[in-house]
């Protein structure tokens, strides 16, 4: 169990760091929530999505790896240079504190109507495919044949913590969420994270 809770640790502080940036996904999964319009449906397309797209990168990035070592150390690189470039803008950010605002007071506009706008902010999103295939896929593949399953197991928990906290305490939190203190210190922790997560990819593909 010691073993595999690297794994589960690096999956789950890789994904809650990607998760937690204010974004259009995160807007939209706070809006139902004070709403209180399809939260649960919301929630669960969400992680399920998820879901599906880590364990395809994983499972795909390390098909991919095991076929050509020069293409392992270039996704290795590619994904050094992507940490980095996220870290550094969550920093940036940091230091331009604002906050999440959303639109509230709108009728419902039904269930079909909502889950097609959850399904646009999530796979319409460029940057998922890059979070999760890529990047998460990335290091994903990396770990030992046997303890992937608990990178992926980890990932999925951090997606499955956040969005049910944002989907289900999303209208008591979101005085919280409007305060640009909050997300400064987040932007600040997902910084820090996102450049130690590059110098651990950058020393495992040197070795």
Known sequence: MDIAFGPFALGFSLSLGLLVAIGAQNAFVLRQ???RQ???AVVLWCVLADAVLVIVGVCGVARVLGHSPRLSHALALAGVLFLVAYG??????A???RGLVTAVGAPDPGWRAVMLQAAAFTLLNPHVYLDTVLLVGNLGARQPAGLRVWFVAGAIAASTSWFVLLGFGGRWLAPCFARARAWQILDMLTGTTM???ALRLLAGSIV
């Open 95 to 97: 230091r331009r504190p």
């Open 88 to 93: 550094a803008r969550a920093l940036v950010h």
């Open 195 to 197: 450049c130690v997560l």
């Open 38 to 40: 399809h939260v649960l």
């Open 33 to 35: 929530a004070i709403r």
